[in-house]
């Protein structure tokens, strides 16, 4: 017999534990859980104490703003803060802190006017462009703009053939005959050189000791790309990329700081847009660049926000290819021009902030002509013009590609999906990244893609819409012709236009060329489109210009 | 452990070199564009054909992996068609935020799931346990962008007690560079103000990355403490009446997280992988929000040097659990001895 003291019968394992915990508890115990309760209370004040500063800095900093430091926030990240080597669309923003340009675009028009420069003279008799410096001008590391600076810039931008190069490509030579006066010599007569002065990426004037001293090999481009040195209002503070940028005043503008300027400008990278959308709402920013379309619709009915809603230069378009395939035919094309439902696209789909596009060029644009044909939605004359030209009932597909990051491109191929199944054309929807979208369309052996695109002149000349996208020599990755449109007749006008001194003709050549690809019609002539940007009420003196898009001039801001 | 140590070391580079050949032909597999991409709409032929050959593109691809490979035996690992600078450089800013990121989440990790999982084992069946558990689930269902959302809104819009997004208050300068740590460069330098801003930014993308993984090991902990408690070790322990905390801490605990200790080294890969949708979220300028820009954009050299660093971090954290697995459980060695 066993002794049941030496064989227990085999306890129920779980209250084995629950043994374990009815035991008292010793001093050991009670002490090492009165320290471990204590340390925790320790590290929950810790971390209360960053949290309060953290409340006490959004509301302290929330006052600054108002008062002295401009905060942005910006969806996109900027590519380099090198004026002269990249034509993306962020980078401006920091650009137009530090560097300023000889002309710009005065107030919301594309009239020229000068700013380095106090005055110009283009002589097209002699072929000339004459600068005229401001004489009390110095770059922040102390040294003067002077005629040798600017010369030595312009040289710097054709050589590096970057950024605006393409608009100096009539430059032959480049004189300094004094100080203040820069005479560029030209080969002809190019209607967009001297918006190459002005624009967005126009030539901005870095320091020519900064350009001198970093010239290396690349032209300082390694420098310049996280180094700034200028004429403008800011100076660079602090840059850490896809994070922040920070600029504090330029004591020594040439333009002085009377007035209520802002002292500080921060730029801020936010990838996820509630971010972005939430501290503008919470007043811990002033401007958000670079939201969603959908998520600025519905900024506007918030009492915060101010939604500045202003026409542009902005253009979108439906490419249709041209190459191959039924759309080669431009009678096919033309009917599913007018398959297209333009008022559910600009009042639906773009929530009213467009109107329906009247050729490729925006309504506001030099050059735009008024009596140009326009399309109109109506599918009945849809089908009798697509069975004329032999696909009664459609018959055929077409594959819609957009690339990520394009808000407003999902929704144009869903409603041109729905709009061509009304004529029989089956539409395809495939989203890519983007670097596989524009590889894909620019692969001129396979692209047979339908695609949407937007187009923002870089130069205020209709040749900047005009080549771009209908050129025969923009096919490709050679420009942004994806549609493999191919006409010589509109090649012919467009290269006279643009060689064409005398205005008048000028605008009736460029009006000609309008006229041949309006009857064409490689794309669907969507909308112009208005410009939107959330900012704080309580923000002063912007004035938009759509050859300025997604910038500001800081300068020109207050509280 | 020595041995241990040296199979890791020789099967290191055959790793990254499999891992290059197999990111780079998959990149290149993919139609794109990446020069004229980054040149932008607005630029020239020429000024793409410059980009093109900057980056070399404009080789042929066994070329360009040649290329590749000759400049990673000199450390150089290209330079990012994005950035427009090395990816060494970008690294070794991205990467350290990451870290901080990543470290945070393991500390959550380790300092709310490893007690609440213990909660939940000891008090199986009863309350503790019941949140435990509810807590545990709501936090694996939760995906990592809605959870990061909800707690932006909530702590940042509602009650304005910690920030939206970024590393620091954009109206500071970050902590003089030493590590790429914030908070713990601040503390090296001695910046309060900084150290504060780091902290309080650092919280709420911290927590979120760590939600899931935390559940994870909360369950993990529970069972493991179910298993350990009722085995015959601690039944001995008990019947010798040996203080409960003491057989928690000396007989429980130490059992049940060998277990747990290789659950926590996948999760570490979990954690950098979930990190790419906190850093979006909270517009943490880390590895994940790089990579992501350099998948979008088709950038090579980025995504390769990505995708290297990442595998060589892996190895190394599942090299340090494995060494951690034998000082924890001496077992493991004397048998992995006997077995060799």
């Known amino acids: 017999m066993t002794d049941p003291r030496h064989h227990p019968a085999a306890p129920d394992r779980g209250s084995l534990i629950d043994d374990l915990l009815r035991r008292p508890m010793s001093r050991r115990d009670a002490l090492a859980r009165a320290g471990a309760a204590g340390l925790s209370i320790s590290g929950i004040s810790a971390i209360a104490a960053a949290c309060g500063g953290t409340n006490a800095n959004a509301g302290g900093s929330s006052g600054q703003a108002a008062a002295k430091v401009l905060t942005m926030t910006s969806g996109a990240t900027p590519v380099t803060l090198d004026p002269g080597v990249s034509l993306d669309g962020q980078s401006p923003l920091l650009w137009r802190c530090v560097y300023e340009p000889l002309l710009q675009f005065k107030g919301s028009t594309i009239d020229v006017e000068p700013r380095l420069a106090q005055a110009y003279e283009l002589d097209n008799a002699k072929n000339t462009l004459v600068f005229h410096l401001r004489p009390d001008v110095t770059f922040t590391d102390g040294t003067a703009l ?56 126009g030539l901005y004037l870095i320091s020519a000791k900064a350009l001198t001293d970093h010239k290396g090999k690349d032209w300082a481009q390694s420098w310049l ?19 922040q940028a920070s600029f504090s005043r330029n004591e020594k503008y040439w333009a002085g700081w009377k007035g209520a300027h802002f002292e500080r400008v921060l730029v801020q990278y936010v990838s996820d847009p ?80 467009a109107t329906q596009a009247r050729g490729p060029l925006p309504k506001i644009f030099p050059g735009w002509d008024g009596t140009l044909p326009q399309y109109s939605y109506n599918p009945d004359k849809a089908r009798k013009m697509l069975a004329a030209a032999g696909f009664d009932g459609g018959g055929f597909s077409l594959k819609f590609i957009y690339e990520t990051g394009y808000y407003w491109k999902r929704p144009l191929g869903e409603q041109f999906q729905a709009n061509m199944k009304d004529l029989g054309i089956t539409v395809s929807i495939q989203e890519l990244s983007p670097s596989t979208w524009v ?47 191919s006409s010589p007749q509109f090649d012919n006008v467009l290269n006279k236009a643009t060689a064409e001194p005398d205005e008048t003709k000028r605008m009736q050549l460029y009006a000609q060329a309008q006229r041949i690809v309006v009857e064409d019609a490689p794309y669907i002539f969507l909308s112009d489109v208005n410009y939107l940007l959330p900012m704080s009420p309580d923000l002063k003196g912007f004035e938009f210009n759509g050859m300025y898009i997604n910038s500001v001039d800081p300068y020109k801001l207050s509280a | 452990m020595g041995r241990l140590l040296l199979r ?23 139609p794109g564009d990446p020069a004229r991409l980054q040149a932008g709409p607005h630029a020239t032929e020429q000024q793409v054909e410059v980009l093109r050959h900057r980056y070399g593109y404009d080789q042929p691809l066994v070329q360009q992996y040649v290329t590749y490979m000759g400049d990673l035996l000199h450390g150089n690992l290209g330079n990012s068609i994005t950035t427009r600078r090395p990816v ?62 909800i707690l932006q809104i909530i702590f940042y819009q509602r009650l304005n007690i910690l920030p939206v997004g970024g590393r620091i208050d954009p109206a500071l300068l970050p902590p003089t560079h030493a590590t790429g740590l914030y908070v713990v460069d601040a503390i090296w330098s001695g910046d309060t103000v900084a150290l504060r801003s780091s902290l309080s930014h650092l919280i709420l993308p911290a927590v979120t990355l760590a939600a899931g993984s935390m559940a994870v090991i909360t369950r993990m902990t529970r069972a ?58 909270f517009s943490w300028p880390g590895i994940g929000l790089y990579a992501v820009n350099a998948i979008s954009n088709l950038d090579f050299a980025a995504i390769m040097g990505v995708t290297l660093l990442i595998s060589v971090t892996y190895v190394i954290v599942n090299l340090l659990v494995d060494l951690a697995y034998l000082m924890l459980d001496p077992r493991i060695a004397d048998s992995q001895e006997a077995g060799a």
């Open chain 1, 274 to 353: 509630s971010s972005g959308r939430l501290e503008l709402e919470r007043g811990q920013s002033q401007i958000a660049l670079y939201l969603p379309d959908d998520v600025v619709y519905s900024m506007r009915s918030e009492k915060s926000v101010t939604v500045t809603d202003d026409p542009s230069f902005n253009v979108y378009y439906l490419g249709l290819p041209c190459r191959t395939g039924p759309t080669a035919n431009k009678a096919v094309r033309q009917a599913i021009s007018y398959g297209f439902d333009y008022d559910t696209w600009t009042k639906n789909v773009l929530n009213g902030t």
């Open chain 1, 225 to 243: 790309r996280s180094n700034m040195v200028g004429t403008g209002p800011y100076t660079l503070q602090n840059y850490q990329l896809n994070q």
């Open chain 1, 439 to 485: 590889g894909t369309l620019s692969n001129k052996a396979t692209a047979n893609e339908a695609y949407g695109v937007v187009w923002w002149p870089s130069l205020a000349t209709p040749f900047d819409f005009l080549w771009t996208l209908f050129a025969t020599s923009a096919q490709g990755s050679a420009g942004y012709n994806f549609t493999y449109y």
């Open chain 1, 146 to 201: 002077d005629a040798a600076a600017v010369k030595l810039n312009i040289e710097r931008q054709i050589a590096v053939k970057q950024g605006i190069a393409y608009a100096l490509s009539t430059v032959k030579s480049v004189e300094a005959p004094d100080d203040h006066t820069v005479v560029v010599n030209l080969s002809g007569y190019s209607d967009g050189l001297l918006y190459g002065f002005a624009s967005l990426y």
């Open chain 2, 224 to 281: 493991s403490v179910i298993e350990v408690g009722s085995s015959d070790h601690v039944r001995a322990s008990v019947a010798k009446g040996i203080s409960r905390s003491l057989v928690v801490r000396r007989h429980i605990m130490p059992n049940a997280i060998i277990p747990v200790t290789t659950v926590f080294g996948l999760q570490v890969g979990t954690l950098l992988a979930g990190s790419i949708l906190v850093e979006v979220v």
């Open chain 2, 88 to 149: 060494s450089e970008d690294l070794r800013q991205f990467f350290p935020a990451t870290v901080e990121l990543t470290v945070a989440a393991m500390f959550i990790v380790v300092v709310a799931g490893l007690p609440l999982g213990l909660l939940g084992g000891l008090r199986r069946g009863r309350l503790p346990d019941h949140a435990s558990r509810l807590l545990s689930i709501a936090a694996v269902s939760m995906p990592v962008f809605w959870l990061g959302i």
């Open chain 2, 8 to 30: 890791r070391l020789i099967s290191l580079p055959i790793v990254l070199l499999g891992m290059s050949v197999v990111t780079f032909a998959v990149t290149h597999i993919v």
